[in-house]
T-cell receptor
Framework: EAQVTQNPRYLITVTGKKLTVTCSQN?????MSWYRQDPGLGLRQIYY???????DKGDVPEGYKVSRKEKRNFPLILESPSPNQTSLYFC???????????FGPGTRLTVT | AQSVTQLDSQVPVFEEAPVELRCNYS??????LFWYVQYPNQGLQLLLK??????LVKGINGFEAEFNKSQTSFHLRKPSVHISDTAEYFC???????????FGAGTRLFVKA
């Protein structure tokens, strides 16, 4: 079954404590993205990756890092989380022929 | 630059009534258009997409959308909604030459008994 997995699904942490949210896809897609979803703002792209070792900033990259060492994995790293990063995060991958986005189940992050 | 505007943030409707969720986009290049649905506490899933060809696109769960290039719109419709259609719906656009997808702010559909 084609899927995108994310872990953890829920995370409560404190300001400044580094964390990583993992993302993995089994569709051999080259393009992967991270989004955050906030009420009234829809989905905003944080970072994206066109392929292994190729990443670039999206619309709201401040405070986040990513890496793409393997095609299937695209972790999101918050080196020093702050309360304004409390949000619902989605990983997505996309590929041919239609380039629709396949989304993970989401990670709800609370930073206190 | 591209943008997507969903004209209604919330749409309440009674069960078995028709519904239209409105979406307008702006782009200087050709685009692909998508509607995604997000049920409570779940991720997003594709409802339907327009890539080329017929401007009337049919999707899952009885939804359809019509691409209107002159009005740069891609409105979503369903002739008779069910309680189970209660969800948030996102319109999205991607230019045909790239990968980046721009999402609208979402429309919450509430179906009342």
């Amino acid at each position: 079954e084609a899927q995108v997995t994310q872990n953890p699904r829920y995370l409560i942490t404190v300001t400044g404590k580094k964390l990583t949210v993992t993302c993995s896809q089994n569709m051999n897609h080259e393009y992967m993205s991270w989004y955050r979803q906030d009420p009234g703002l829809g989905l905003r792209q944080i970072y994206y990756s066109m392929n292994v070792e190729v990443t670039d900033k999206g619309d709201v990259p401040e405070g986040y890092k990513v890496s793409r060492k393997e095609k299937r994995n695209f972790p999101l790293i918050l080196e020093s989380p702050s309360p304004n990063q409390t949000s619902l995060y989605f990983c997505a991958s996309t590929g041919p022929p239609s380039y629709e986005q396949y989304f993970g189940p989401g990670t709800r992050l609370t930073v206190t | 630059a591209q943008s997507v505007t969903q004209l209604d943030s919330q749409v309440p409707v009674f069960e078995e009534a028709p519904v239209e969720l409105r979406c307008n986009y702006s782009s200087s290049v050709s685009v692909y258009l998508f509607w995604y649905v997000q049920y409570p506490n779940q991720g997003l899933q594709l409802l339907l997409k327009y890539l080329s060809g017929s401007t009337l696109v049919k999707g899952i769960n009885g939804f359809e959308a019509e691409f209107n290039k002159s009005q740069t719109s891609f409105h979503l419709r369903k002739p008779s909604v069910h309680i189970s259609d209660t969800a948030e719906y996102f319109c999205a656009v991607r230019n045909t030459g790239g990968f980046k997808t721009i999402f609208g702010a979402g429309t919450r559909l509430f179906v009342k008994a």
